[in-house]
């Protein structure tokens, strides 16, 4: 049984910063990161595939981090320069698959989510 745990969400100013971790429960492949603000569909933003590559989205290039602590199987998100766009629920995802990137909602593993709010 996979069961995945975020923390680390929270209130933040513009420009600050924030990291998420993500402890993940049971055997699987890929893990990412995604993010979701009302009325609007759910966004992959970094992910690790399970050869171990990593990529960040456009939109968040050059100001998040993604890495795993493959040892602990716990996943982070480094934020950093936040901007109030970034405001989001962000979730934790994973998947017995070899890329994490094309997981939708009905697909996959889900934490419950954390909240990142950024004010200007």
């Known amino acids: 049984q996979v069961r995945l745990v975020e923390s680390g969400g929270g209130s933040v100013q513009a420009g600050g910063s924030l990291t998420l971790s993500c402890v993940g429960y049971g055997g699987t492949y890929c893990m990412g990161w995604f993010r979701q603000v009302p009325g609007k569909a759910r966004e992959a933003i970094a992910a690790?595939?399970?050869?171990?590559?990593?990529g960040v989205a456009q939109s968040v290039k050059g100001r998040f981090t993604i890495s795993k602590d493959n040892a602990k199987n716990i996943l982070y998100l480094q934020m950093s320069s936040l901007k109030p766009e970034d405001t989001a629920m962000y979730y934790c995802?994973?998947?017995?698959?070899?890329?994490?990137?094309?997981?939708?909602?009905?697909?996959?593993?889900w934490g419950q989510g954390t909240q990142v709010t950024v004010s200007s």
């Open positions: 690790i595939d399970s050869d171990g590559s990593s």
């Open positions: 995802a994973a998947d017995r698959r070899a890329t994490c990137w094309w997981l939708t909602e009905d697909s996959g593993y």
